[in-house]
């Protein structure tokens, strides 16, 4: 078992412990740092290929929050899409009733409740099986609203007095986005990441006298002064470790240390130095090769995090252009589907489907063992509702992708973190 893969197994069992001592509560909140609640997100998308019958169901969700009164409807189509898909295991379809009526609610948090709460009783499949709802929005444009919607729903949970459908939210232990909700139960997850570089460097199983040890027990131990917040501390072994790389002639090893630095500085809060060190990434990374298009890529989420949308969509560009240069068509179909997704709003909605559709172009020369691992099959579901009521394009892409991929070929429609 690789070290991801044991940490992982190590939050399985925290989650199922969490989950049996919390029942009554309608929403679990994992607290930690940055790394710690991504690998937590890792985690949650696991769960999905767990589709025995009887299984806990979970369902990502990472649409933006436009405000209070349109999430849940947002939602509503999610759960629509899930109704015919599990439509497909049953000979007949049951009744599924989404015409709820109005209560005097604040939000619209009923909307996406009570259907939810309806399709789990009338299919067999999912009738005893618990449901958690993971909701980590790309973009939050009211965090009052956001915390509106989610106390009304926790709350509409509690009125139903039902257990088995609860709300799943992610934070930083200590900058938190949400205030305190009584009906959410919070829990810490910890991850000693010197511990899983140290497990990772065994797993690789190095010989103790080859020539990179000293390279990377350096990055052993920035990795350590990392985790502890100790920036100065792992700057300096991040340069030892580029100097090793360098004499080693590793040119691999020497720009994943200056990424390192990258992520030290920008910890550090030096965006100076952070620029900096990814203008010699890219002055020292080998030109055309996938190691240059990661760099690319990982500058464009740099850019995401500092507000520089337009920055950011000429590095995922750049990255895009190089991948298929070098006959990488995934990852130039990744660049354009995070430029694509950047861009779905009312206004920029036509240069969201043109990059899409630049996806599906790629997608064409493919190989289809290849193909199968893109996230084509993300692209074109989400062009089928960005289409609209133009049926004949709708019909042509149903057509195109049914010949990848068979009649079932559609997924659930959740938008990645952009990067």
Request: with cysteine.
């Amino acid at each position: 078992m690789n070290p991801v893969d044991l940490e992982l197994v190590k939050l399985k069992r925290q989650w199922k412990k969490v989950v049996s001592k919390n029942e009554e509560k309608p929403m679990l909140i994992c607290l930690g740092e940055k790394h710690e609640t991504d690998l937590f997100d890792g985690f949650l998308k696991s769960k999905l290929s767990e589709d025995e019958e009887g299984e806990d169901i979970f369902l990502l969700h990472y649409q933006e929050f436009n405000g209070m009164n349109s999430f849940g409807q947002t939602l509503l189509d999610e759960w629509k899409e899930y109704y015919e898909m599990l439509g497909k295991s049953e000979t007949a379809l049951p009744e599924w009733k989404t015409d709820i009526p109005e209560g005097g609610f604040k939000t619209d948090a009923y909307k996406a409740f009570y259907p939810l709460l309806e399709l789990k009783k009338n299919f067999p499949s999912i009738k005893d099986s618990r449901i958690y709802l993971y909701i980590a929005p790309v973009r939050i444009h009211n965090i009052e609203e956001l915390s509106l919607w989610i106390k009304e729903w926790c709350n509409i949970c509690e009125k139903a007095e039902n257990n088995d459908i609860k709300l799943v939210w992610t934070e930083h232990h200590t900058y938190k986005t949400l205030p305190h909700n009584s009906s959410a139960h919070s829990f810490r997850v910890e991850i000693d990441i010197h511990q899983l570089m140290q497990n990772t460097a065994a797993h690789t199983n190095r010989k103790k006298n080859s020539a990179d040890t000293d390279f990377q027990q350096q990055i052993l131990i920035a990795s350590n002064h990392l985790s502890k917040g100790r920036f100065k501390e792992a700057e300096h072994a991040l340069k030892t470790a580029v100097k090793l790389a360098k004499e080693q002639n590793n040119k691999q090893g020497e720009i994943s240390a200056y990424f390192m630095l990258t992520q030290a500085y920008i910890a550090d809060r030096r965006k100076d130095r952070a620029e900096d060190t990814y203008r010699t990434i890219f002055e020292e990374v080998e030109p055309n090769s996938p190691l240059q298009v990661q760099m690319y890529m990982n500058y464009g989420s740099y850019l995401l995090g500092n507000s520089k949308k337009g920055k950011a969509e000429q590095a995922f560009e750049k990255a895009a252009e190089i991948a298929q240069t070098i006959h990488e068509p995934s990852m130039a179909i990744e660049c354009y589907r995070i430029i694509g997704t950047l861009n779905d709003s009312v206004l920029t909605k036509d240069k969201m489907i043109r990059y899409f559709e630049k996806c599906l172009d790629i997608a064409k020369l493919m190989e289809p063992s290849a193909r199968e691992q893109s996230s084509i099959r993300f692209v074109a579901s989400m062009l089928i509702l960005k289409y609209e009521g133009d049926t004949d394009k709708k019909n042509r892409l149903d057509s195109e992708m049914k010949n990848y991929f068979g009649d079932d070929w559609k997924v659930s429609v959740e938008r990645p973190k952009a990067g």
